[in-house]
């Protein structure tokens, strides 16, 4: 209490200058949220990795030399007899691949399907390279658009291994149109214009057309969240605003708050833009993150405020408001801090960017929350025109308000029960810890998606009909130009390839060997004996050549480099699951190290699943890190606060059981932890330790006027009590919005930080009092002259 | 015939140049269409291909053509890069564009000689960005496949150039060709396009050829250099021609299959 008339005087320096705050506040928000409109949105699934991460080199190198990008993938399905191979659906195949080649974020030559590639095909005295939709044929001799051209294609797909699965499925049922986007950033018009293509298309009975891919789930989650956020974030609001309205039964209790918000908010996204710093996907929830966290300083600030004017309706406002800011600096000011701690800890315990800026943002806006709350607040408190008590805080009246009584009610329960209170929380740990190592981590970008939406059911359309929509790339690189010309070498990816291929969920592999089979086989009378890799180096080179001669200049470039010296091995995966791809990759690069690497020729794994793998693999190893850290941090903060041990671990201890409660919701109902859901813990740290600090602070308080009996401690509860449950309603309410969100991560995260401010919530005002009651550490007492040797056990009179 | 071109074509060149401003697009085409390019002739093409990395291949050919009548008939054997020494190229080219060309392959490594499929006259050809056709008509225009139009000039390089666009007078045309228009810029001292733009079937801007270089050799006007960029996959290609001989004759018996497989 000794700092208090010290800050009162700097409190009254600030509200006689109330004008200059007001003002002052005015520039430095809109000084933070000038650059705003600059913000750049990044949904992009490699946003997530350390751009300096291998994986992610690998494959922007591959992307470079193979000019392979993340492509949209469209697929036109139909389980009926002759599958796609009808004249309706190879029709629809050539029309929905010529509109994908007009459009402007597509390039043209690297639209895969049907209707672009060529068969290579052997005749008795040579060979013939022609399209299968060509209109001038020499192979195929049903005129296109006839049946008997359907029934060839299917036949000639039958005789080339390396389309099967890949350009159409290995039943009939499905093929492919593959579109490359040019420019990453344009995923979005591009999906839309792929749609909009498809709804216009006449398609044949029984046939489905799906959108997949990549570049269309990029595209689809921007709009997606977006649409999504932007109905949540405005009603989080409400709702607070609404527990604002029924906390205070008061206008200025309801709109003060809300500046105090909108300043937080609008600073903290125009610094991030002023930065340079993307929004990503899960900055969304940062967004209702900050709402909660700067509407709780508001709450307990306008709550002692209240409760000055009922204990004493004749004070002047500015006086009530001095000593209001001067009982609640304290702490709001240790609630921030260690907020700021939790953050801070998160940012520095990630790898990944979006993660970072969260918790960097996350302390920025608490800071910002801290400042307005104690600064703002207060001059726009003076400044509003009425004194009037609202009804809840009435004198008389306040006995009956139902969240004083239900806070009373609770205190008088545990207080009367502390043994039990106590017990009953050992139970719950218990059970918690069980539930927590039942935790799996795991990670599937499409479960983004609710099942009903058209890319979550394109997705498991074309896995299930083809060879998988994921990709696992492996790089080869020989030692000199034309070093693929090598019979040994290509044996080796050949052997490379049918590893992989036993591997779970690998559908199918393609790459050079398989033109250089097929071309030799080819060139051979089609004779399927000659299905192999030829054992002479010049004749690969020269059936290299042949195919060269006989397409595109670029048609190869998917697969070869243009000096021959570098292949990409390209294995496709039906299954996008973290849990799956940790069977397949370090296997995989087990092999290579092991088996396939030698002096002349070197692979190595990449590919969007190989990135993947890495990514995840980094929240498996670094999500208790990155809990651990920010415990730690929030409980040394709290000690430092504090400035005592005992205090620390108390105000540690609801943070505690709500990361276990959480992680035990997790394991009980099997919800993964992936990459939202591994920084549940850290932002639930940073809500949580508010409870606590606010509930411990006036248990001090209390314990220094009065002592820690039972009969002193329910004094906890009418004021800082009812602030508490109206922080925790607020709190848990604007997180609870989330839980109506279309997109599941979305969802889990309000639900599980619900979970988290509950537990928080409830420890602090049960097991927190309970706990102090029957130890009543000396760190809450009034410090004495004289120590008695059994201080602990004392009870003051 | 080709007597009569030849006749044609000097006394065209003789005529004096402010006609050229009067000139519809087909008399244009038909002036280019008249350049004699003898009988018969030997060269080497060394053809550079660069990829989008700006990654540079370098082939060499040694090739022959000569006219059988109205057939035109070329060969074209491969000495580098080393391992494909020996691969040869044969070519019959009939008169009739509705007779497909006949060509065949010779692989040594395979000690075959193999019958490919004809190309369409718009696929590219051996790997470079030219298409057949534009390898195979040697600067001239098949005046039947499009309607010209003359476009008034333009100053490149400070020559003044005629500029004629061309568009496929049919679907099957604009198909076989891949091409919706074309346009040219045609120098009028030698009555070559030294700048063509190709436009793809969407429309898109798909490549631009440069004529690099132009000689006189053993008095025939002769393409010694030429280039083509593909604006959508950033490759390019250029072909030089070397050591361009008209006066030694090449033997009719040298287009022939056995010949083929013998090489060099």
Known sequence: MESIPKKQGVVDRMLSLRWLVIIAATLIIGATAFSLPTLTKDTSADAFIDPESPALIYKERVEKVFGLTDPIVVAVINKGGNGVFDTDNLALVESLTSKIEELKQVDPDRVVSLATENNIVGTPDGLIVEGFLDKKTEHFKGARGSTERASEIREAISEFPLYQGSLVGREGTATLIIAEILDEDDAQATYDAVVDIASQAVVPEGTEIHIAGEGAVAGYLSTYIDKDASRLNPLAGVIITIVLLLAFLSLRAAILPNVVVAATVLGSFGLMAASGTSFYVITNGLVVNLIGISVADSIHILSAYYSILRDDPDIDKKAAVKLAVSKMWRPVTLTSLTTIAGFLALSASSTMPPIQAFGLFGALGVALAWMYSLTLLPALLTIWPTKRIPLPFKSGLTRASFSERLMTSIGRTVLGAPKVVVGLSVVILTVAVFGAMQVVVDEDRIENFRPTEPVYMADKAINSTTDGIYNLDILVETQSAGGLYDPETLQRIEALQDYIETLPSVGGTTSIVDYVKQLHRSVNDGDAAFYTIPDNADLIAQLFFLYGASADPTDFEEEIDSDHRQALVRAQIKEGRYTNNKLLVPALEKYVKDVFNNETVKATVTGRVTVSYYWIQGIDQSTLFSILLSFVAVTLTAMLVFRSAISGLLAALPVGLAILLVYAVMGFTGIPLGVSTSMFAAIAIGLSIDFAIHALDRLREIGRTKGLDADALIDLYPETGRALFFNFVAVAGGFGVLMTSEVPPLVKFGGLVAVAVSVAFLASVTLLPALVTLFKPRALLAPKPKEKPNAFNHKPT | ?264
């Open chain 2, 1 to 264: 015939m080709r007597l009569i071109i030849s006749l044609l074509s000097m006394t065209c060149l003789a005529l004096p140049a402010i006609a050229q401003d009067t000139l519809t697009g087909d008399e244009i085409v038909a002036q280019m269409n008249a350049r004699d390019d003898g009988n018969y002739v030997t060269r080497g093409f060394s053809i550079e291909l660069t990829d989008r990395s700006g990654k540079t291949r370098t082939e060499k050919t040694i090739a022959y053509r000569r006219y059988f009548g109205d057939e035109k008939r070329t060969i074209i054997f491969y000495t580098e890069p080393t391992r494909v020494r020996g691969t040869g190229f044969l070519t019959y080219d009939y008169a009739d564009p509705a007779i497909d060309d006949d060509q065949w392959l010779y692989l040594p490594a395979l000690r075959k000689v193999r019958r490919i499929s004809a190309s369409d006259r718009g696929d590219y050809f051996l790997g470079t960005d030219f298409t057949y056709e534009e390898i195979k008509k040697e600067q001239k225009i098949e005046s039947e496949d499009y309607r010209f139009e003359a476009k008034g000039a333009e100053i490149i390089d400070g020559r003044e150039l005629l500029i004629v666009e061309g568009t496929p007078l049919s679907d099957d045309i604009s198909d076989e060709l891949g091409l919706s228009h074309v346009v040219w810029r045609i120098d009028p001292e030698i009555w070559m396009s030294r700048k063509t733009d190709y436009y793809d079937q969407n429309g898109n801007h798909a490549r631009t050829a440069i004529l690099e270089g132009v000689e006189t050799i053993d008095g025939y006007l002769t393409t010694t250099q030429i280039f083509v960029e593909n604006h959508k996959t950033g490759h390019s290609s250029r072909i030089t021609f070397l050591n361009t001989d008209y006066t030694t004759e090449v033997p009719e018996s040298l287009f022939s299959q056995p010949r083929l497989r013998r090489g060099l």
